[in-house]
């Protein structure tokens, strides 16, 4: 892979080689991950039928508006996800670790990911080195709370909301140690929308927060092969947060710096 000083050309040549044979859910890490999200191991394997993406950073925020951006940033935005070209800001997670579904990482044709990946190598077509794909991630792959709600305006008698009470992922002492928190409170709470086939969960930290979009007809497919039918309901979801039930052994690990760190998942007893 071509040294271009960031993980989102590598994120997409890989993409590109793969795009014929794409595993069902890809994840999307970076090399010094666990200085990141602690939880990481666990969030990529744990998969619920039906998502379509999902956050693997649990940093979760407000992404400024597009400001001082140059043209191959605004040419991405703008074919990609028009719709937030008028937002002063949109919620989305950070820190350049998801996972995506092949049929969602295919809504993009080959010829988009190798013209992006063209603007990356280019070291002049983008204001920041990685052309802002960081906070681009979700919406480029579907998993927007505005791109939700705007496409339903004209008919928000189909779209739920709701805020399911204390349920959020559970936060433990070494996530306050975890880069990119600057002091982040935890957030208790995780708000959904369901609009057709389509829901969005979501939470604002940098501690615990969550972006994680699914989708009921894809979700009845996967479970009907795996043979156990149903699809998964909001509430449903929020029980397995609350009985979330995995922590890491940290003990022996030196935060940044990665080569130090082990990994040992441990299953409590309730």
């Given at each position: 892979v071509n040294n271009c000083g960031t993980q989102e050309y590598a994120y997409f040549q890989f993409i590109l080689d793969h795009y014929e044979t794409m595993s069902p859910m890809v994840s999307f890490i970076q090399g010094g991950s666990l200085t990141e999200n602690p939880h990481i191991i666990y969030d990529m394997m744990v998969h619920i039928p039906g998502t379509t993406y999902k956050s693997l950073s649990r940093y979760v925020k407000d992404a400024w508006h597009f400001q001082g951006l140059k043209e191959a940033e605004v040419e991405i935005m703008r074919h990609s996800f028009p719709h937030l070209?008028?937002?002063?800001?949109?919620?989305?997670?950070?820190?350049?670790?998801?996972?995506?579904?092949?049929?969602?990482?295919?809504?993009?044709?080959?010829?988009?990911?190798?013209?992006?990946?063209?603007?990356?190598?280019?070291?002049?077509?983008?204001?920041?080195?990685n052309c802002n794909m960081e906070t681009f991630f979700a919406p480029f792959f579907g998993c927007d709370v505005h791109h939700l709600h705007d496409a339903n305006n004209d008919?928000?008698?189909?779209?739920?909301?709701?805020?399911?009470?204390?349920?959020?992922?559970?936060?433990?002492?070494?996530?306050?140690?975890k880069d990119g928190n600057n002091g982040g409170t935890k957030t208790?709470?995780?708000?959904?929308?369901?609009?057709?086939?389509?829901?969005?969960?979501?939470?604002?930290?940098t501690?615990?927060?969550?972006?994680?979009?699914?989708n009921a007809s894809s979700a009845k497919r996967e479970s009907s092969v795996r043979g156990r039918g149903g699809i998964l309901t909001a509430s449903s979801y929020s029980e397995m947060l609350l009985n979330e039930n995995w922590r890491p052994d940290l003990s022996n690990l030196t935060y940044k710096k990665p080569s130090q760190w082990s990994y040992i998942p441990q299953h409590i007893d309730n």
């Amino acid at each position: 892979v071509n040294n271009c000083g960031t993980q989102e050309y590598a994120y997409f040549q890989f993409i590109l080689d793969h795009y014929e044979t794409m595993s069902p859910m890809v994840s999307f890490i970076q090399g010094g991950s666990l200085t990141e999200n602690p939880h990481i191991i666990y969030d990529m394997m744990v998969h619920i039928p039906g998502t379509t993406y999902k956050s693997l950073s649990r940093y979760v925020k407000d992404a400024w508006h597009f400001q001082g951006l140059k043209e191959a940033e605004v040419e991405i935005m703008r074919h990609s996800f028009p719709h937030l070209e008028s937002k002063t800001t949109y919620l989305t997670d950070w820190r350049g670790m998801f996972a995506a579904s092949r049929e969602q990482i295919k809504v993009h044709s080959q010829e988009d990911y190798l013209d992006i990946n063209k603007k990356l190598c280019s070291g002049v077509s983008c204001g920041f080195i990685n052309c802002n794909m960081e906070t681009f991630f979700a919406p480029f792959f579907g998993c927007d709370v505005h791109h939700l709600h705007d496409a339903n305006n004209d008919n928000r008698q189909q779209c739920e909301f709701g805020v399911s009470r204390g349920i959020a992922p559970s936060v433990f002492a070494e996530d306050h140690l975890k880069d990119g928190n600057n002091g982040g409170t935890k957030t208790n709470d995780t708000s959904w929308s369901r609009c057709g086939n389509k829901t969005v969960y979501y939470s604002a930290s940098t501690l615990n927060g969550m972006l994680l979009c699914m989708n009921a007809s894809s979700a009845k497919r996967e479970s009907s092969v795996r043979g156990r039918g149903g699809i998964l309901t909001a509430s449903s979801y929020s029980e397995m947060l609350l009985n979330e039930n995995w922590r890491p052994d940290l003990s022996n690990l030196t935060y940044k710096k990665p080569s130090q760190w082990s990994y040992i998942p441990q299953h409590i007893d309730n």
